[in-house]
């Protein structure tokens, strides 16, 4: 109820108004308007609560909500990506690789969006069900798919971020 009250303040705003308005049929540009704004909240899921009631109000279409929410998962990648930059380097490699896991889920997903409306709205009539759907299945099958790989992805992040040669000299 916070966030639908939230929603209709800052939908009223016509930056806001502009912004959503410009956001149709473009994936890329909502995954990237939904990162940047998941980013800005410091928020994921306040991010897709937002987009649900904004899809269950009819201010945007539900295929620029699952667009967006699509952004707010690669959004809460950056989001753990970026908190952790001033730690150690072993603490820095969970996070990339789960942005990993993000991007690459995202790359799956995206062309299918078109595929998930056609087959929830014939089970769901709320779009703002159907928007919190989206997110909650896109990282059970995110979680899913890449379980069996986890050895492969950390051995990427391991490449990416390597850990500093301890030297096995003695200091005086």
Not at 38 to 57: H, I
Not at 85 to 93: E, M, V
Not at 120 to 148: E, K, P, R, W
Request: hydrophobic share 55%; with cysteine.
């Amino acid at each position: 109820s916070l966030v639908s009250q939230s929603a209709t303040v800052l939908t009223k705003a016509p930056a806001v108004q502009a912004i959503l308005a410009s956001l149709t049929s473009d994936l890329l540009l909502e995954i990237f308007a939904g990162a940047m704004l998941a980013v800005m909240c410091y928020s994921s899921l306040a991010m897709v609560l937002l987009t649900a009631t904004l899809a269950g109000t009819g201010v945007i279409p539900l295929e620029v909500a699952l667009g967006l929410v699509l952004g707010a998962n690669l959004g809460s990648g950056l989001l753990g990506v970026l908190t952790t930059l001033g730690t150690s380097i072993q603490t820095r490699q969970v996070p990339l690789g789960n942005l990993v896991f993000k991007i690459i889920g995202i790359a799956i997903a995206a062309p299918f969006v078109g595929l998930w409306i056609t087959f929830l709205q014939d089970f769901i009539n709320d779009q703002a069900t159907i928007v919190v759907m989206y997110h909650l299945c896109f990282n059970v099958a995110v979680a899913g798919l890449f379980i069996s790989v986890t050895q492969i992805v950390a051995r990427w992040v391991k490449a990416l971020l390597p850990e500093p040669e301890r030297s096995s000299r003695v200091q005086d």
